[in-house]
């Protein structure tokens, strides 16, 4: 069974940047694709973001330029959402997805504000 446990997240003023992490465990086998998706405020959930196997990342067109998705050098079963000038537009839950199993995090909270 795949489990999959985030940290990180808060409240940051404009412009600023946090990093969510992201850790998968259980019966998995290499380096797992994992997304990233969020939910605002009265929105639907939406994709934020991609990491294949090989490491091949695709962003959204909202936070291309200002988010990064990587994997940890020592442990590929972690990933990060580095996010940078956040804008209160990207306040939302911010869910991590384990693709090949559909498996979600329990998502984390994101408030930008001033």
């Known amino acids: 069974q795949v489990q999959i446990v985030q940290s990180g997240g808060g409240l940051v003023q404009p412009g600023r940047s946090l990093r969510l992490s992201c850790v998968v465990s259980g019966s998995i086998l290499g380096f797992p694709a994992m997304a990233w998706y969020r939910q605002g405020p009265g929105k639907q959930r939406e994709l934020v973001g991609t990491?294949?196997?090989?490491?091949?990342?695709?962003y959204a067109d909202s936070v291309k330029g200002r988010f990064a998705i990587t994997r940890d050098s020592s442990n590929k079963r972690t990933v990060y959402l580095q996010m940078n000038n956040l804008k209160p537009e990207d306040t939302a839950i911010y869910y991590c997805?384990?693709?090949?199993?559909?498996?979600w995090g329990q998502g984390t909270q994101v408030t930008v504000s001033s």
């Open positions: 997805n384990h693709l090949a199993t559909d498996t």
């Open positions: 990491i294949s196997g090989g490491d091949s990342v695709v």
